[in-house]
Each structure stands twice: as C-alpha cells, then as structure tokens.
C-alpha cells in the first residue's frame, strides 16, 4: 500500500515540476536577454517569468489576483493568461495554449513563443544552437512604464540613462545609483504664458548636456509635489518630460512608477556619489504635428474630441484657477481628469483601468483626432502619454496653451 502510494506521488512530481532550461539562450533583437529567474521548459515549450517577459518586449504588465490572471498590455492591444487555464484572450479574443501559464514557487509563468506572437513580435527557434531568436515589431525597448524591480535589474543596460528630475538639493541628499540630475523645469519655459516647449536649440542642448541620443533608453525619476500643492504635479511633471523628449525624437522613453517615493518606500540602495556625464550634440527630428495652436484647437470645435484634463470641479466652473480667470471649459470639451490616472501613492493604475476611464469618455475609436489640454500643459501631458504609449491612441495631439492662454482670445462654456 505505502509503495502504490509512493508510486503516485513520484509520478505526480514528474507532471508538475519542470525542469530548468539552462542551455537555452534568448536574443531580444539580436542581443542576449538575461531571465532572472531562469527561464523552464514543460511538455517542450519555454516558459519565462511574466513580468520580466512582458517588459522586455516593452509592455506594461498587471496582475489581478482576484482573477489570477496576467495581463500585458503594449500599444493598446492587451493579453490575458489565467493561471493553470490553456486558454488565453488576446484583443479580447480567446485563444489555446499548448500550455497554460501557472505559478512555480513565487513567480507567475508564461509560454514564450505565445506571448511573442500574441503582442506581433517575430520568434524563431534554432535547435543547434538552442537559441530563440525574437524581434520586435515596434521601435519602443522598453516598457512606458517601468518598475522599481526592472530598473533595478536592469542598472547595467546598454544604452540606459536615468535622469533624476528632481530639484538639485534633493537629488544631492541621495538619488538612484548613475542617475543624472536634470530638474524637470529644464525641458519648458515660463513667461506670460506656462510650461511652453522651449526653442528647439535650447531643447536639444539640454537633451544633450544629459548624453541622450536617438538611441538612448531613457528613463524618468520624478517625486511628488510638496503640500499644499497636489502630489500628483509632481508625476504630471515627469510626463511633461516624457512628452516633450518624445517630441524631440527619443523613441525609447520610460517613466519610474511611483518616482524617487517608491524606490525609498522599498528601501532600494542610493547613493551620493555623482556620475561623470559624456555630454554629446543631440540631433534629432521634432514631431511638428504633436503641438497644437489656439486658432487650431477653435477651428475643431464639433470637429475632434477636445479632453479637459483638469480636476472636475475646474471643468464645470465650480474652481476657477488663477492662470485662466474664467470660469467653465473650452466649447464642446469633455472631462477626463488626469488625477484619475494615478493610485494614492502615484503609481500608475492598471492599464485596463486606464482603457476604461479613456474609452468612457472619447470612445474606443484610436484613429479619431483627439485634443487634450489643461490648465497650463502638465495634466495634459499625462493623459497624451497614457492616450498614445500605454492604449495606443494614433492621432492625439498637444494644446500646449491649454485653458491660460485660451481665455485671452475666447470664453469658456
């Protein structure tokens, strides 16, 4: 009896526990890509850790736990893995998997070749070498977002720049290790009119003092605003960068998720120590189109959707704002605070979440033009990043006078 019982068991442990693929090297765009953890291989096909997966293919990846599922997220197309299901949705499409994402020890898995062609990346297999080749279809290297965990893992990334966009005092207290200090305010200027894109010269110089080129993967430390202002100006101002280096050609933009809080909440090293930086002549190709005039943002009134940014109650003229002394919105505008974007602690809610909030208010529609303004180009940048590089809006563009410089020449409804 004890020994059938022991024959059960082993031959359960043969199905359940797989067995590692150390000799499996994977190229991510013709460079070796590192899993930690390692990557393992079940009834013949690879398995890898979902969230290192998903954001080295340059998605944002979510976990529900009161679904169990997985859920990666790149340019607006979203996949799903329940665990231990053989199936999967891909664009809310349900499709099989030979095998099923499931959790080994504490770490969530998920089958390689699917996930690639899932997100329409090219995958291949050369058995003599055990290698799998995978090439991205899209331009973007790194997720938008990224973690506390991923920047971590990937300090020593080719190409990679922090920039610390923080004021210098605080960046000097202690910042991430190799992160290059360049106060957020250095990428706009403020006169009559707020937060305007600076001189492209004066762009590139400052891009370039920092050694970003085209190539660069940059990603983008920012903090929470101090009382009495709104913490998320801080997170707005990260975006603000973000925009304004996409604007100017850099293909490879992240954001930290959370900023320079997260990474102390976690007790993750800093340092004091300063980086040298190789300052170089950025050259790059600015997104004329992006920008969008006041006479323009009037002549698409009933045309576009315009999006008000702002907080609700600044939208429906309950709160006049200082920089914009009447009450109300632009004609015809509809309200998508940027707030909604963010959890208490300034992390970036799920994707799906995002989708819903934008897909509520300006449709589902991602080749409709779509305006998106504020108070004075900060909210406003937040919801033209999340629009564009996290659900994969094609056509929004930037009112960067937003509502300051709107009720100089127009009123509001």
Request: net charge negative.
């Amino acid at each position: 009896m004890k020994k059938a019982i022991f024959l059960v068991v082993l031959i359960s442990l043969l199905f359940i526990i797989p067995s590692a693929v150390t000799a499996v090297e994977i190229m991510i765009d013709d460079e070796v890509y590192e899993f930690d953890p390692p990557t393992v291989t079940i009834e013949n096909r690879t398995l890898v850790p979902m969230r290192v997966l998903f954001e080295a293919l340059g998605a944002i990846v979510n976990w529900e736990p009161d679904t169990r599922t997985a859920v990666g997220v790149r340019g607006g197309l979203v996949v799903r893995f329940p665990i231990d299901s053989d199936k999967a949705t891909v664009k809310g499409v349900e499709k099989s998997m030979d095998v099923p994402a499931q959790l080994i020890g504490n770490c969530t898995y998920i089958p390689l070749r699917f996930v690639t062609e899932a997100l329409g990346d090219a995958v291949s297999w050369d058995k003599p070498t055990q290698t799998v080749f995978i090439n991205r279809a899209v331009e973007r290297k790194i997720p938008p977002i990224v973690s506390t965990e991923w920047l971590q893992m990937k300090a020593g990334l080719d190409n990679l720049i922090v920039l610390d966009l923080r004021n210098e005092n605080d960046y000097q207290e202690g910042h991430i290790d190799n992160a290059i200090n360049i106060p957020a305010e250095s990428f706009w200027t403020w006169g009559d009119i707020f937060m305007e894109l600076p001189e492209e010269d004066a762009l590139f110089d400052a891009i370039g003092s920092c050694g970003v080129t085209g190539d660069s993967l940059v990603v983008l430390v920012g903090t929470a605003a101090e009382p009495p202002l709104p913490a998320a100006y801080g997170t707005a101002e990260a975006d603000r960068v973000a925009d304004t280096l996409l604007y100017a050609g850099v293909k490879n933009v992240a954001i930290l998720d959370g900023g320079y809080p997260k990474w102390i909440a976690e007790k993750r090293s800093i340092t004091t120590a300063v980086p040298k930086v190789e300052s170089t002549t950025y050259k790059g190709k600015t997104n004329k189109e992006m920008f969008v005039s006041t006479e323009y943002v009037h002549e698409k009134i009933g045309k576009s959707v315009i999006v008000d940014c702002r907080d609700a109650e600044v939208y429906s003229g309950e709160v006049i704002e200082p920089f914009a002394d009447k009450a109300g919105h632009i004609p015809s505008a509809r309200s998508l605070p940027a707030p909604w974007i963010w959890n208490d602690d300034c992390t970036y809610k799920p994707a799906e979440m995002l989708k819903t909030m934008a897909s509520d208010v300006i449709g589902g529609d991602k080749d409709q033009e779509i305006i998106v303004y504020c108070g004075v180009g900060g909210y406003a940048s937040s919801w033209w990043y999340v629009l564009i590089q996290i659900l994969g809006y094609d056509n929004v563009k930037f009112y960067d006078g937003s509502a300051q410089e709107w009720v100089l020449y127009y009123d509001m409804e």
